[in-house]
T-cell receptor, first 113, second 112 residues
Framework: GQQVMQIPQYQHVQEGEDFTTYCNSS?????IQWYKQRPGGHPVFLIQ?????EVKKQKRLTFQFGEAKKNSSLHITATQTTDVGTYFC?????????????FGRGTSLIVHP | DGGITQSPKYLFRKEGQNVTLSCEQN?????MYWYRQDPGQGLRLIYY???????QKGDIAEGYSVSREKKESFPLTVTSAQKNPTAFYLC???????????FGDGTRLSIL
């Protein structure tokens, strides 16, 4: 079945440093979604990318979808303590199979003040 | 306020006992999902449903059962066949299958 790999599993940064998490799929994706889960909370939808090479920004967050639609990244500029949490990507396969997105294992971001 | 309500927040199960987790949504969404979350494992799909009276197995359906008799409700039963049920269970819904999901606050299930 479709696999979505996400790295790194954990990332410690000092407040103000940048952070990037990467998501890679074994197959071509029709779209990719990103979610954030705060400690003790539930995942919250951030954004969906659909087009090859697409780049979207939300304030300090930049989301990219690869040209081949097999990978994606989330970059946070100048992290703040409010960015703490686990970031998940969820990719939906492009050809056949289930239309339900497969979640990566997530990257947990720890920001040290 | 529209949203997804999961209950209870915490649940304890005795060995050999079935327990049912509740999930209700008032978002008028067609699709609903159940996930299991273990530390470091991300979200693993248990069951999903696109429409009333229809549901499909996800990646880890063994030991679980669901029903979808109403659009608003998608209860999950953790049966005694599930040998390692201790986990955080999340219910989600989306307007249609595959679209961005809204999650409930989750239920933490533990074994006594």
């Amino acid at each position: 079945g479709q696999q979505v790999m996400q790295i790194p599993q954990y990332q410690h940064v000092q407040e103000g440093e940048d952070f990037t998490t990467y998501c890679n799929s074994s197959t071509t994706l029709s779209n990719i979604q990103w979610y954030k889960q705060r400690p003790g909370g539930h995942p919250v939808f951030l954004i969906q990318l659909v087009k090859s090479g697409e780049v979207k920004k939300q304030k300090r967050l930049t989301f990219q979808f690869g040209e081949a639609k097999k990978n994606s990244s989330l970059h946070i500029t100048a992290t703040q303590t409010t960015d703490v949490g686990t970031y998940f990507c969820a990719g939906r396969g492009a050809s056949g199979g289930s239309y339900i997105p497969t979640f990566g294992r997530g990257t947990s971001l720890i920001v040290h003040p | 306020d529209g949203g997804i309500t999961q209950s209870p927040k915490y649940l304890f199960r005795k060995e050999g006992q079935n327990v049912t987790l509740s999930c209700e949504q008032n978002l008028n969404h067609d699709a609903m999902y159940w996930y299991r979350q273990d530390p470091g494992q991300g979200l693993r799909l248990i069951y999903y449903s696109q429409i009333v009276n229809d549901f499909q197995k996800g990646d880890i359906a063994e030991g679980y059962s669901v029903s979808r008799e109403k659009k608003e409700s998608f209860p999950l039963t953790v049966t005694s066949a599930q040998k390692n049920p201790t986990a955080f269970y999340l219910c989600a819904s989306s307007m249609r299958g595959g679209q961005p999901q809204h999650f409930g606050d989750g239920t933490r299930l533990s074994i006594l």
